[in-house]
């Protein structure tokens, strides 16, 4: 007993010690930093800032650099805030093409300079050491998050204890205002172990030379692999302006198999690496750089100005982490006799159309997807009331926040905003549902008698729920425990107000995910957004900005977002049918969304980081006669551009109210009109490299048929609810006296499809019967006739699946158990649905899904 005691005691003093680690973080960083190496414009935020016990995040900023020339390359050491062993499982960039031309963080142990910052692109470089590569950024490239259970090791005993960030300045003519850069990054970083660490291997070119006038200059690099297996799961490519593309490649007896492929005229971000690839000892990595020398008139060399080139593929990895290797390079110039059998893909320049050129719009909308319904999600019914708020938890997972049994009526507040249904209590349900974003499945429940009508929620980065209930006026934190704990009271139950410590009606709550100040949408009666810090303690509050030299006031700020890559916060102001952004610090403004496809009425954002920046947005029907059809709108942050739009196939959008977008890419919009959730993934029209480049169309036949069966089932469905029968309304319940407007898509009918198809069933069903009774006739067995079926009854049991598709999170599964889960950016979905094996059946219905990983060894 004596001795599991101590055991025990031993373990407790571990954990502590591990996380007095992360929370004396900030203190180290600071003593080590010193009072003057930041300006005062780059001084905003807390470079740490501590999330819990093992987890925080670290802001490395360049300190005010103002670039003497052009292509300057500035570095900067950081040190690693902590003496123990330490894990990066998130890269988010701050930097803009225009100001960087591209971006590197090393690690090491010994950097040039520890103050201040210098020009590394002298003979001075960045290290005195070794250094290792763990990230790369260029052109608008948006943020990278690792697989579940992966991380860079840094810290103790990695060999890295300083981060060096390296930021190449192109035109040094981007500032000539004189303005000071403070470009960087954000990492996150963890102090548990991870399973399996992170690698960068870098296949770089140092002699090619791309002649003039010369179409085609191949630079090829190759190197035999000596060490233990390593598994890519991104990769990234860069050159200069006359790369086309570049391919990466294992060679194993002979074979070529490919890494990854991609024009570096895209952003330069780590995309997703070919599924099932591993890289082990004997093996051979390749890669080839497709140059043009068409406008040149000299020769052009590898060098670090823009004016020269580049040619590097990136992998990054991951390996068990007792055979762990941060960086591996390969310089060696390819053989031509090896070369001779590179695929014929390596040698075709991947597309890029010109919008793309223009306005670097990629991400989760690349060439050639849209955004289309997943018709089988959710795979099992979903109970819901009025769907008023949908958010992310920290794990990736859907909330849901819900009315239950209760309706937004036209009596259920009187004229100063007082709610007048108290009598009916508050709603019994779970109006708070955590559902699994993959198959629809609930996967925790909370949130019983303990609103009345809800609206907005959010989910800060310790999964706590940020609520607004428009009949109690008031804005509540509560623990994701599922035991309905209230950690947090904004506002005074059922009494509206306009001061500081009042609401009225509130819609929405967005949250800075770095230092957890609150800003709040305060909404239905008041005009206006509120900013509080993390405790509730009020800031300030602020109005709609003037656009075109007018200042109309918000009409029902309905929906927040906060653009974390951008600190600002953005808000859908409904009844005018805008978006405004915001710097979320000063509440200044900073510019203004408004498209006629809105229709005047834009009732929920979202915002996802990649390519320069998206919104998503849903608009609603508008009572001043400008209605415009129900839909989701993506938009291009930077140019206001409408880049898609989509609607659901199974019923129409009745009332779109909220809109969270996926780290994955999927898009999820919450319907309090039909009591719905719907989603939404990019459905890609793939660009085949054969003998020509033109998209084609690959479209699953199950899934089609799936959806008109869908589309079938829900026609038949009446909508029984949200009839009001009031002349008065208020805007949020206006919705529910709309019939939903029927399809305006042409098409043959399925219930004329399943006639056509069951016609000849029943033909050869009742010759079989007529016989049946004829022979029973014949031969005296009277009119008793028996229809049997082994499959039970006539039909027998019909039996299929939902059509499958490319789901790579399955990719990144290891053997223990082990997801990899939650590489933003990375994960390409064509449906979410998952074949089960114990219920495969020989249908017609035929799947593709991702081939599982190989298997981790110590080999």
Not at 193 to 219: E, H, I
Not at 343 to 354: C, D, F, I, S, T
Request: charged share 20%; aromatic share 10%; glycine share 10%.
């Amino acid at each position: 007993m004596g001795i599991n005691c101590c055991c025990i005691a031993f373990l407790l003093f571990i954990c502590s010690s591990s996380g007095l680690d992360v929370e004396n973080a900030h203190y180290r960083f600071k003593r080590s930093q010193g009072a003057s190496l930041y300006s005062n414009e780059c001084m905003a935020r807390q470079p740490v800032v501590v999330k819990n016990s093992y987890n925080f995040s670290l802001d490395i900023r360049m300190p005010g650099v103002v670039p003497t020339g052009s292509d300057m390359y500035v570095c900067m050491a950081v040190p690693v805030p902590a003496s123990t062993d330490l894990y990066i499982v998130d890269f988010v960039p701050h930097a803009n093409m225009e100001t960087a031309h591209h971006m590197l963080l090393y690690g090491c142990q010994r950097p040039v300079s520890t103050s201040g910052y210098w020009d590394c692109g002298s003979v001075q470089g960045t290290c005195e050491d070794e250094p290792s590569i763990m990230y790369g950024w260029g052109r608008n490239a948006p943020h990278t998050k690792l697989p579940k259970d992966v991380g860079f090791k840094v810290g103790g005993n990695s060999g890295i204890s300083y981060f060096v960030l390296q930021i190449h300045y192109g035109d040094a003519s981007a500032f000539k205002d004189h303005h000071k850069d403070c470009s960087g990054l954000t990492l996150t970083i963890t102090s548990k172990p991870q399973p399996f660490v992170a690698g960068m291997y870098l296949l770089m070119s140092v002699d090619t030379v791309v002649l003039p006038g010369k179409r085609v200059t191949n630079a090829d690099i190759a190197c035999a692999y000596g060490s233990y297996p390593i598994y890519p799961f991104a990769f990234r490519t860069h050159t200069h302006q006359l790369g086309r593309v570049v391919s990466g490649y294992r060679i194993r007896n002979g074979k070529w198999t490919l890494i990854g492929r991609q024009s570096p005229r895209l952003p330069q971000a780590f995309y997703t690496a070919n599924k099932g690839v591993d890289v082990r000892y004997g093996d051979t990595v390749a890669a080839r750089c497709v140059f043009t020398g068409d406008g040149r008139t000299s020769k052009t060399y590898i060098g670090g100005t823009s004016e020269d080139e580049m040619c590097n593929f990136y992998i990054m990895y991951y390996m068990e982490s007792k055979h762990a290797i941060p960086f591996m390079n390969c310089l060696e110039t390819g053989s031509n006799e090896l070369f001779q059998h590179i695929p014929a893909e390596a040698n075709v320049p991947a597309p890029v159309r010109p919008d793309h050129m223009t306005s670097m719009v990629h991400s989760k909308l690349p060439t050639g997807y849209h955004l289309e319904e997943v018709t089988a999600w959710p795979e099992s019914l979903l109970q819901l009331g009025q769907v008023s708020g949908l958010a992310l938890d920290s794990d990736a997972n859907l909330v849901i926040f819900h009315r239950g049994d209760h309706l937004w009526g036209s009596n259920s507040f009187d004229s100063q905003g007082r709610y007048q249904q108290r009598s009916l209590g508050p709603i019994q349900q779970s109006t708070i549902l955590v559902v699994d974003p993959v198959k629809g499945h609930v996967l925790k429940a909370s949130g019983r008698n303990m609103f009345y009508l809800p609206h907005g929620i959010t989910a800060d980065t310790e999964n706590n729920y940020w609520v607004t209930d428009v009949a109690l006026h008031q804005v509540l934190k509560v623990s994701s425990s599922g035991r309905d704990k209230v950690l947090l009271v904004l506002g005074e139950a059922f009494e509206p107000g306009s001061d500081n410590s009042h609401f009225c009606q509130p819609t929405d709550v967005a949250v800075d995910t770095v230092t957890g100040n609150l800003y709040i949408a305060d909404g239905y009666c008041n005009a206006r957004i509120l900013k509080f810090s993390p405790h509730g303690r009020y800031l300030f509050q602020w109005g709609a900005g003037s656009a075109d030299g007018q200042r109309v006031p918000f009409r029902v700020p309905h929906s927040l977002a906060y653009l974390a890559d951008r600190q600002e916060l953005c808000v859908a102001d409904r009844e005018n049918g805008r978006i405004q952004c915001f710097i979320a610090d000063s509440g200044d403004f900073i510019k203004e969304i408004k498209r006629k496809e809105f229709g005047g009425e834009v009732f929920a954002i979202s915002y996802s980081p990649g390519d320069g920046g998206l919104i998503y947005a849903v608009n609603g029907e508008s009572p001043h006669g400008q209605s415009a059809p129900l839909k989701g709108f993506v938009i291009n942050y930077s140019t206001n551009d409408i880049i898609d739009d989509f609607r659901p196939h199974k019923q129409e959008f009745k009332m779109p109210h909220d809109v969270v977008v996926h780290q994955d890419g999927s898009v999820f919009v919450g319907d309090a009109g039909s009591d719905s959730v719907s989603k939404f993934t990019s459905e890609k029209i793939e660009a085949v490299v054969q003998t020509n480049l033109r998209p084609v169309h690959r479209i699953s036949v199950s899934m089609a048929m799936a959806t008109q069966q869908k589309m079938a089932a829900a026609s038949d469905k009446q909508s029984s609810t949200f009839l009001s029968q009031a002349p008065k309304q208020h805007p949020e319940e206006r919705k529910h006296t709309t019939v939903a407007q029927p399809s305006t898509q042409q098409g043959v009918s399925p219930s004329v499809i399943t006639t056509l198809l069951l016609v000849p069933l029943l033909l050869v069903i009742s010759i079989g019967i007529f016989i049946r009774w004829k022979k029973s006739r014949m031969y005296g067995d009277g009119c008793d006739v028996k229809l049997e079926s082994s499959g039970g009854g006539v039909f027998g049991k019909l039996r299929g699946k939902a059509a499958g598709g490319l789901n790579l999170g399955n990719f990144f599964a290891t053997h223990k158990g082990y997801t990899g889960q939650g590489f933003d950016r990375l994960i390409s979905e064509g449906s979410d649905q998952e074949k089960n094996d114990e219920d495969s059946s020989d249908s017609e219905n035929e799947e593709y899904s991702a081939l599982p990983p190989p298997s981790l060894s110590s080999s």
